[in-house]
């Protein structure tokens, strides 16, 4: 069976900072990752994917993702925050067609 | 961009009711999936469907709980008699295929069982 886990439940962060939003998975078959993010009183948004090929993944809104195959890692990063970028985000596993299975989510907080 | 739609957008309903959420996932994706999210707490798997029967299904979905897709174009999902605890918001998805091209989300039922 597939976990995912964020270690850290909240990220406050400034205006404009650089963040990184941490998650880590174990499986024992290869996988595809994913993050999500949740606006206040929002669906899921897709916001990047890993199926194959380049470990660095670019995804919408300036965000990338890095999948380290050997830290079993997929960390979320993005250079430059904006207050609009206040969300819940989520880290996601799959082996196909099954199920995703999320992380715990970790709530970024940008202030001015 | 293709959407999958869901309808209700609020349902509030009563102890031990019949609640159905309704869900028209895009039209060529073939494997369609209920979740749902607790208030505050993570987004959990409640079961997969495809070629019209059930793929995989967790724990909390028992009997109370119940899937159809009954014209080809709609998804359900059945609450045979609400509980209190079943107040969440239930998230439908879907997929093309085997995960190649990511799972479309829509945007949710938030369902309150008074």
């Known amino acids: 069976a597939q976990s995912v886990t964020q270690l850290d439940s909240q990220v406050p962060v400034f205006e404009e900072a650089p963040v990184e939003l941490r998650c880590n998975y174990s499986s024992s078959v290869s996988v595809y990752l994913f993050w999500y993010v949740q606006y206040p009183n929002q669906g899921l948004q897709l916001l990047l994917k890993y199926l194959s090929g380049s470990t660095l993944v670019k995804g919408i809104n300036g965000f990338e993702a890095e999948f380290n195959k050997s830290q079993t890692s997929f960390h979320l990063r993005k250079p430059s925050v904006h207050i609009s970028d206040t969300a819940e985000y989520f880290c996601a596993v799959s082996t196909g067609f099954q199920k995703l299975v999320f992380g715990t989510g970790t709530r970024l907080l940008v202030s001015p | 961009e293709p959407e999958v739609t869901q309808t209700p957008s609020h349902q509030v309903t009563q102890m031990g009711q019949e609640v159905i959420l309704r869900c028209v996932p895009i039209s060529n994706h073939l494997y369609f999936y209920w979740y749902r999210q607790i208030l505050g707490q993570k987004v959990e798997f409640l079961v997969s469907f495809y070629n019209n029967e059930i793929s995989e299904k967790s724990e909390i979905f028992d009997d109370q709980f119940s899937v159809e897709r009954p014209d080809g174009s709609n998804f359900t999902l059945k609450i045979r008699s609400t509980k209190l605890e079943d107040s969440a918001m239930y998230f439908c998805?879907?997929?093309?295929?085997?995960?190649?091209?990511?799972?479309?989300f829509g945007s949710g039922t938030r369902l309150t069982v008074v």
């Open positions: 998805a879907s997929t093309r295929d085997t995960g190649s091209y990511g799972y479309t």
